[in-house]
């Protein structure tokens, strides 16, 4: 994921989702050591509900590519 994508992400979580930073956080973590998917992360630590992980897939499909130049 591009950085400018990143961080529209981490907005939306925050604020469409209303995840507390402190969850973001927690993923964030897990997500540099193991690199995996990142939405994955948030439901299997119990951060996000499937119906949440349904809407960030669908944002994340929505979603406009920014390509840094």
Same mark, same amino acid.
């Given at each position: ?7 529209? +992400?981490?907005? +939306? ?8 930073? !402190? ?7 897990? +997500?540099?050591? #193991?690199?995996?998917? +990142? $939405? ?17 897939? #669908?944002?994340?499909?929505?979603? $406009?590519?920014?390509? !840094?130049?």
């Amino acid at each position: 994921m591009q950085p400018a994508t990143y961080t529209r +992400f981490i907005r +939306f979580l925050h604020e469409e989702l209303a995840l507390p930073q !402190d969850a973001i956080a927690i993923a964030q973590r897990y +997500f540099e050591r #193991d690199s995996g998917s +990142f $939405p994955m992360i948030l439901w299997q630590y119990g951060l996000i509900s499937l119906e949440q992980l349904e809407r960030i897939f #669908d944002w994340l499909e929505e979603s $406009p590519l920014i390509v !840094d130049s």
